[in-house]
């Protein structure tokens, strides 16, 4: 990726409801070329979409958890498919280590995330979990 896209989307990220013309400047560059850059990037699938972070203050009545998973690695794909279905599962990354797999889980009440985590526990293909429930978030970027 060249610099100016990179630059692009660091500003991206750290505001991306910054207009057009503000990060043009910033950039040294016309409106309609960074206009042209981010639909580039959208094209091209680097800019996979657009979010809203939401304070601690705001999220007060949700609760998140970080679950590592151990899978039968013959299941893994079964296990992944299972909790795509979760709606209750934000996100499922494969990583490296003692674990096979760390997926962000989010509900509404304690007795709701309760059920969630045994529905993950009980899942085709775990083997075993590991929990842990976010208390707060000291930064984000």
Known sequence: ????????????????????????????????????RIARLEREGVIKGYTVRVSDEAETRRLSAIVMITADPKQADRVAAELKRMPEVRSLSAV????????????????????????????????????SIILSEKFSR
């Open 1 to 36: 990726m060249r610099d100016t896209a990179a630059k692009l989307l660091a500003l991206l990220k750290a505001n991306a409801r910054e207009p057009t013309a503000s990060l043009a400047r910033k950039l040294g560059l016309a409106r309609s070329t960074v206009q042209e």
């Open 96 to 131: 490296s280590g003692a674990y096979d797999m760390v997926a962000t889980v989010e509900a509404d009440t304690p007795a709701k995330m309760d059920v969630s985590l045994d529905r993950i526990g009980r899942a085709p293909g775990v083997a075993r979990t590991v929990s």
